[in-house]
């Protein structure tokens, strides 16, 4: 009898174990990858670059290098995304964006510093960089310019329809 409940067990056992093994790669079916190389993991892979640019209100500058992303939707439809700039072209980068609001130096929103301890993001010493937040705005946007070198800036954004 003792054996028999044993074998069982050992049965019940490999039925949850199949059970949880199916279930996991049903989970690994459905989170497919952004085929865009320059997307973080877990990046939406039904939303492209652009067409998150476009419904964010971020035009790029034109020499933008070294672009990293991610779109998530579709609870708040978020995209953070980075990328490196001559510095000379912040201003206009801001202004063809329709960002209202100004840097101020040293600033750096909460959620931007965030995203760059999960991203690995690097801002630099405070008093090289300036930031931004648009919290009124639609979509809510927030911007961090570090400056690399004399010539260089990193730009982190996060941007969300909440």
Same mark, same amino acid.
């Given at each position: ?12 056992? =490999?039925?949850? /174990? ?7 790669? %049903?989970? &690994? ?9 320059? %997307?973080?993991?877990?990046?939406? *892979?039904? @939303? #492209?670059?652009?067409? &998150? /640019? $476009?419904? !964010? ?6 020499? %933008?290098?070294? /672009? ?10 978020? /995209? ?11 201003? $206009? ?17 909460? +959620? +931007?510093?965030?995203?760059? @301890? !999960?991203? #690995? ?8 960089? &300036?930031?931004? %937040?648009?919290?009124?705005?639609? *979509?809510?946007?927030?911007?961090? @310019? ?10 982190? =954004?996060? $941007?969300?329809?909440?």
């Amino acid at each position: 009898m003792r054996q028999g409940g044993s074998v069982a067990k050992r049965v019940l056992s =490999l039925c949850i /174990l199949g059970a949880v093994m199916a279930a996991a790669g %049903a989970c &690994a079916e459905e989170e497919s990858e952004n085929p865009d190389p320059r %997307a973080y993991p877990r990046s939406d *892979p039904d @939303v #492209g670059l652009n067409v &998150a /640019l $476009s419904e !964010h209100k971020i035009v790029l500058p034109k020499d %933008a290098r070294g /672009l990293r992303f991610k779109v998530t939707t579709p609870m708040d439809y978020e /995209l953070d995304l980075t990328f490196r700039t001559k510095c000379g072209n912040i201003a $206009s980068f801001l202004q063809e964006s329709n960002f209202r609001k100004r840097l101020k130096d040293g600033y750096a929103p909460s +959620i +931007i510093v965030g995203n760059a @301890v !999960h991203y #690995g993001w690097e801002l630099g010493p405070k008093e090289r960089y &300036a930031g931004l %937040a648009e919290k009124k705005s639609s *979509p809510q946007r927030y911007v961090v @310019v570090s400056h690399r070198n004399k010539k260089t800036c990193q730009i982190f =954004l996060y $941007s969300n329809y909440s």
